[in-house]
């Protein structure tokens, strides 16, 4: 996911667009809960300002995504706008040393830096949908397709003797 920024690098109020899309790795979210279901959509508008780089950016794929109460998968569509700073290392601050994004030439492959920002603004859980019942304690089934008769007061009797055993500690 490569960017050249030459046409905005010397001029104060030049600013340039991007359009990119490119498959972005499963494997690089470490968890088998959430793929990559499209491509990532990144739309980018590079302003040059006070000699830095300041980006209006934003964001869009499709996740395949395992709930957590019923394990079943879904969509989970992905949008996010941010903001971020590029500066060429030669001319940057102290502060801009730390945060911005430093380019060394022209060219410059932001993969790395959009992957980020997806990592920070995913959800810590994923759950289907709000109203999700989940699987059944006792009888294991997924609650939103099949309704059990397990109540919610019936302890299974494997597990009756542990808490008799536990209030009894
Ligand atoms: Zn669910
Ligand atoms: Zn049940």
């Known amino acids: 996911m490569k960017v050249n920024v030459a046409q905005v690098r010397y001029k104060e109020g030049e600013s340039v667009h991007f ?4 498959e972005f790795s ?24 006070n000699k830095m780089l300041l980006v209006y950016g934003n964001i869009q794929t499709e996740f395949k995504a395992t ?7 879904y ?3 992905f949008s996010l706008s941010f903001q971020d700073e590029w500066v060429f290392r030669t001319q940057a601050t102290e502060d801009l040393l730390e945060t911005a994004l430093l380019l060394d030439k022209d060219e410059v492959d932001i993969k790395e830096r959009i992957f980020e920002q997806i990592v920070l603004a995913l959800p810590m859980k994923f759950i289907c949908s709000a109203e999700c019942q989940g699987l059944c304690p ?13 109540g919610e007061n019936d302890i299974n009797p494997r597990f009756a003797a542990l808490s008799k055993w536990q209030s009894n500690d």
């Open 19 to 22: 359009d990119l899309m490119e």
């Open 26 to 49: 499963s494997l690089d979210l470490e968890t088998e809960a959430l793929s990559f279901q499209t491509p990532v959509h990144v739309q980018l508008q590079v302003n040059n300002i």
């Open 67 to 73: 709930c957590g109460r019923c394990l079943a998968t």
């Open 75 to 77: 969509v989970y569509p």
């Open 138 to 150: 006792t009888c294991g089934v997924n609650r939103n397709l099949t309704p059990c008769h397990c």
